[in-house]
């Protein structure tokens, strides 16, 4: 008994733990898919001279509690290059 009083415990919080981390892996990977449709639609409405980078960054934490005791965070880096499609085919036309 005195075993288990102190080991289920232990493993009841190590499982919570393991469900966070899941939560945050998948909460990193829906805001990544967020900030690349948001991207995509910048780069669809984008209609300035021929080719530009876009750079910007985003960060997702993971609230402290239970077995955690450090700040978990994930920084996410998006860079893209916006192309106006237009521009650059009546270039070519104007080269032939």
């Known amino acids: 008994m005195v075993e288990a009083a102190i080991s289920l415990p232990l493993v009841i919080l190590a ?3 393991l469900v966070r981390l899941f939560v ?3 909460e990193i990977l829906t805001s ?3 900030r690349h449709r948001e991207v995509m ?3 669809d409405a984008y209609r300035g001279v021929l080719i530009r ?3 910007d960054e985003d960060k ?3 609230l402290r509690g239970g ?3 450090m700040d978990v965070h994930k920084r996410i880096e998006i860079k893209a290059y916006m192309i106006n499609e237009d521009f650059l085919v009546r270039s ?3 080269l032939d």
Do not use: D, N
């Open 15 to 17: 499982a919570m733990l």
């Open 24 to 26: 945050f892996y998948i």
């Open 32 to 34: 990544g898919i967020a």
């Open 41 to 43: 639609q910048e780069q």
């Open 53 to 55: 980078t876009y750079k």
């Open 60 to 62: 997702v934490s993971l």
């Open 67 to 69: 077995l955690l005791t």
């Open 92 to 94: 070519g036309e104007i």
